[in-house]
């Protein structure tokens, strides 16, 4: 995987230092937007997620041996999915900057192409894209933080309406959604890079510990949660069904949050 500076989601986008936290209460602002990368990987004929581990403590033995505090690192294994989704694994990866993010990435392009060879053993990666995102609800501190489940969302903005009047409409969704019990970590992820060609405005992020939880906010939609969807989304935005992984940690960036 030469081409590949392992992944992961933020630290933060799934509860941790890396991405900005936002406050989803009323009259909090956006913080700036953070950096993510995501690979899609296929797993080589005969080859499969206990081949993965030992290149991955592989690459964190790297990482340890350039002084990287500051990259956090995913694994992402599809669980509600449909044949659309030909992938075996997303690798998520982010930095608190871009500045960061760059640092790991150009450390991995100079030194890292023993390990790199051992990913490309493993596995395929035939996309690499880079998003921006902005966290609308941070998740409470978790049980068991290396081990969680998250939801994709494709979501397109309507012809009347634009990203930054939806802005107002997901915060107070996030702070509805915290008000009722939700345990959610929710963020948006806009293109940035490696794209081209998206059929979406943004991505629609949801983490939670378990299937438990997910399943308590699906409940709270179906049963009143809805109508105060319908109020604030009607006619700004429609996002398709959501695709949920088990997503594995890996590596963690150091806390930089005051």
């Known amino acids: 995987m030469n081409k590949l500076i392992t992944l992961g989601v933020s630290a933060g986008l799934l509860m941790s230092p890396g991405l900005a936290l936002a406050d989803s209460h009323e009259g909090a602002e956006l913080k700036p937007a953070t950096p993510i ?3 899609t990987c296929t797993y080589n004929e005969g080859k499969g997620h206990d081949d993965l581990a030992p290149v991955v403590s592989a690459w964190n033995a790297w990482a340890d041996s350039q002084g990287i505090t500051d990259y ?3 694994t992402l294994i599809p669980y509600y999915t449909s044949p659309q989704q030909e992938f075996d694994v997303i690798w998520l990866g982010g930095s608190p900057s871009a500045v960061a993010l760059g640092r ?36 409470p501190e978790r049980e068991n933080p290396d081990n969680l489940m998250i939801s994709f969302s494709d979501c397109n903005v309507s ?11 997901m915060m107070e969704w996030a702070s509805y959604r915290e008000g009722h019990g939700s ?28 299937l438990a939880e997910l399943g308590a906010d699906f409940d709270q939609y179906s049963e009143s949660g809805w109508k105060k969807g319908d109020e604030l989304f009607s006619d700004k935005v429609s996002c398709d069904s959501s695709r949920v992984y ?13």
């Not at 012809?159 to 409409?169: I, Q």
């Not at 345990?183 to 378990?210: C, H, R, V």
């Open 183 to 210: 345990t959610a970590g929710m963020w948006a992820l806009m293109p940035a890079m490696g794209g081209g060609g998206e059929t979406f405005d943004f991505k629609w992020i949801t983490s939670y510990q378990n």
């Open 159 to 169: 012809e009347t309406s634009s990203f930054n009047e939806l802005v107002p409409a």
């Open 37 to 39: 990368e995501l690979f």
């Open 72 to 74: 956090s690192a995913w």
């Open 104 to 139: 790991a990435q150009d450390a991995w392009i100079s030194t890292g192409g023993d390990v790199g060879e051992k990913f490309d053993e493993v596995m395929t990666c035939d996309a690499h894209v880079a998003f921006a995102a902005l966290t609308f609800k941070k998740p």
């Open 246 to 258: 088990l997503a594995t940690n890996h590596r963690r960036a150091e806390d930089t949050d005051d």
